[in-house]
C-alpha cells in the first residue's frame, strides 16, 4: 500500500516568512509524528498526535511553530516568520499500535 | 534522562568483513529499542526490533540490559549495505511516543 507521503519536496524561502509543510500518513494510522533533521544532526523530536489531539507537544522549539491534524489524517507543520536556523529536513511519521514509518521528508532552506 | 549514544559517526569496512555498529542507551525502565536505516536517496526505514529477535538482511541486535548496549552485528559485509544507520529508542508505552535517536553512524562498505 502506499506508504507516508509529504509535501512539498522542497521549500526555499526567505527569512521571516511563513511555510506549510503537510503529511499524509499511511491509512488507518492513529499516531502521526514530526521530526526534523539539521545539518550533521541526528533527528530530533517537535511534535505527537493522537488521532487530532497532540498528547506530546514538548519538542516545537519556539512559539513560531505549531502544528494541527485533521482527524486520522492528514496534518500541517507551520513555520512563522522563519529563520535560518529553521532550515532542516522535515520528516513526518505515522504508526498503529506497531513501528513508526516514515515519510520522504520536506528539505526547508530559509535564506 | 533518555538518551541515546552511537559513539562512531563512520565506520568504513571492506566487503566480507564482519561489522558492529554500536549503540547505547540511557532510560529508566524496560527499554524498546530499534535500527533504521537510510540509503541514499531514499526515506529512513525500519532495520529492526529488539522485541522482534530477527534477523534483516543479515543483521542481528542483541538487547543487552547490563552494559546498556543494543549493538547492530553483521558477520560479512556487502557493498549494498552501505548506507546511515540509526539506533532509536521509544519514549513511551504501548507501542505510541516519541522516538529518541543517535546521530547515526555512516557505513561505509570498500569493494
Known sequence: ?111 | AQRVTQPEKLLSVFKGAPVELKCNYSYSGSPELFWYVQYSRQRLQLLLRHISRESIKGFTADLNKGETSFHLKKPFAQEEDSAMYYCALLSGSSNTGKLIFGQGTTLQVKP
Do not use: M
Not at chain 1, 496534518?75 to 505515522?94: G, N, P
Open chain 1, 1 to 111: 500500500g502506499a506508504g507516508v507521503s509529504q509535501s512539498p519536496s522542497n521549500k526555499v524561502t526567505e527569512k521571516g516568512k511563513d511555510v506549510e509543510l503537510r503529511c499524509d500518513p499511511i491509512s488507518g494510522h492513529t499516531a502521526l509524528y514530526w521530526y526534523r533533521q539539521r545539518l550533521g544532526q541526528g533527528l530530533e523530536f517537535l511534535i505527537y498526535f493522537q488521532g487530532n489531539s497532540a498528547p506530546d507537544k514538548s519538542g516545537l522549539p519556539s512559539d513560531r511553530f505549531s502544528a494541527e491534524r485533521t482527524g486520522e489524517s492528514v496534518s500541517t507543520l507551520t513555520i512563522q516568520r522563519t529563520q535560518q536556523e529553521d532550515s532542516a529536513v522535515y520528516l513526518c511519521a505515522s504508526s498503529h499500535l506497531g513501528p513508526q514509518f516514515f515519510g520522504p521528508g520536506t528539505r526547508l532552506t530559509v535564506l
